[in-house]
């Protein structure tokens, strides 16, 4: 079975910089991936080559094993994107937002209202979608981004820092959340500092470092760290590669 998404010998220049520099890089259905690396590494450009933002300067995209290259932008069918910033507009209500999101992705009313019921109901969001989004807390607009990524019923969905700002509570809401939309089918990719909860959450990391991507498993890392967190390997990783 090909990967989901599969980058080859990637190359991404800004001016005379490589900020990604043959990279390899593979994420498989089902996968909940954690990425990693220092601030400055270039995980946000990553995950705009991911989601066919940025063009790239050399390599091989494939999606589903068919070759992308040439035509990234159709790789948006197939994503969710939620970035550190929400993406939805305070003046309007949770659900008018949905149903905003709804039509620009082209889904007919009677299918969009099941799914905004559904996507609603599973963010827990379903009781507050006539507040105003410039009226919800900061863990609920967290929610409605992710709510309004998965509308076109993506196979991946892709997180940039998605609980960057929030507090303990709500940053475990998010994480339970997270979970529970990969466990329904949902190919996760996420971007975080927060060691630990990638740790538990996710099956695969992925480091980035010198533009370039080492992918394990968190069961590997165990066995070669004999059992230690990531939080403590993860300069060991960094200085291996």
């Known amino acids: 079975m090909p990967h989901l998404i599969q980058l080859v010998a990637i190359k991404k220049m800004f001016k005379n910089h490589a900020v990604l520099d043959n990279l390899e890089f593979s994420v498989n259905k089902g996968d909940l991936l954690g990425l990693i690396g220092k601030s ?3 995980k946000t450009t990553f995950l705009r080559v991911l989601i066919g933002f940025y063009k790239i300067d050399a390599g091989i995209i494939l999606f589903e094993g068919n070759d992308i290259t040439k035509k990234t932008q159709q790789i948006l069918k197939h994503v969710g994107f939620c970035t550190q910033d929400n993406s939805f507009y305070p003046e309007l209500t949770i659900e008018e937002n949905m149903i905003y999101y709804g039509r620009l992705y082209g889904i007919k009313r009677k299918a969009l209202k099941e799914r905004i019921e559904e996507l609603l109901k599973l963010v827990n969001l379903h009781e507050q979608k006539d507040k105003f989004g410039s009226d919800i807390s900061g863990g ?7 709510a309004i990524a998965l509308l076109h019923n993506p196979a991946i969905l892709i997180l940039d820092e998605p609980t960057a700002g929030l507090d303990p509570v709500m940053t475990k809401d998010i994480w339970n959340l ?3 939309i990969n466990q329904q089918g949902t190919t996760v990719i996420v971007s975080s500092h927060e060691l630990d909860n990638l740790e538990r959450k996710c099956n695969k990391i992925a480091v980035l470092n010198k533009g370039k991507i080492v992918s394990t498993t968190i069961s590997e890392i165990k066995r070669k760290y004999k059992e230690k967190p990531l939080m403590d390997v993860f300069e060991l990783i960094i200085k291996e590669n």
């Open 40 to 42: 400055g590494e270039g």
């Open 140 to 146: 609920m607009k967290r929610r409605l981004d992710f």
């Open 178 to 180: 997270i979970e529970e």
